[in-house]
């Protein structure tokens, strides 16, 4: 595993986050149909954005996402988006940015963290249950939702 250091995301790193190449493929699975359409009723204060860095280089992103009040349990303490730079795949990185979320979480007081992923061979499913996630249902789009104990 490489030397990794979170950063929240800022104007310094907000372009290298945006444009991490990911492998062939994996584009279809970066923002499952629910979160598209949540998004459009995102409120800004409830974001955690954080850049993953290797040395100056922004090798992968995470935005945690936290409403205690939300109607859909899903959306209450969740990954809203990981990606992690084709090159630095399989190094850890994802792990290292999922544990630094669920840490987060915790401090908040959640007892959960829950993500939502499209089901496919080349989707993120394999790793999230590699990390702790159990499936736990279906979203009314069918895709996966995983919930990790913390
Ligand atoms: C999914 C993704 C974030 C994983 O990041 P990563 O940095 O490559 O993952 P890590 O190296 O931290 O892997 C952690 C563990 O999961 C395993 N793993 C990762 N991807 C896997 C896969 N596709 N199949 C099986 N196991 C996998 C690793 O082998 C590792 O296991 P280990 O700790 O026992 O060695 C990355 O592939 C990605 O950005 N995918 C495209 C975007 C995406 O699908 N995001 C999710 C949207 S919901």
């Known amino acids: 595993m490489g030397n990794y250091v979170l950063e929240e995301l800022s104007a310094k790193t907000i372009v290298a986050a945006n444009s991490l190449t990911l492998k062939p493929g994996q584009e279809q699975f970066v923002a499952p149909t629910s979160y598209a359409l949540a998004e459009s009723y995102f409120n800004p204060a409830t ?34 988006r990981i990606t992690v730079a084709a090159t630095a ?6 792990r290292f940015a999922i544990e630094a979320l669920a840490q987060e979480a915790k401090s908040r007081g959640f007892t959960t963290l829950t993500v939502l992923w499209e089901g496919g061979d080349d989707g993120p499913g394999k790793f999230f249950n590699k990390l702790g996630f159990v499936d736990i249902g279906t979203s009314r789009f069918g895709e996966t939702i995983g919930e990790l104990s913390l």
């Open 89 to 94: 795949q399989g190094k850890g990185v994802g």
């Open 47 to 80: 974001e955690w954005p954080r850049v993953v860095l290797e040395g100056d280089t922004v090798v992968g992103f995470i935005r945690g996402h936290f409403d205690p009040s939300s109607d859909q349990p899903e959306f209450r303490s969740c990954i809203w």
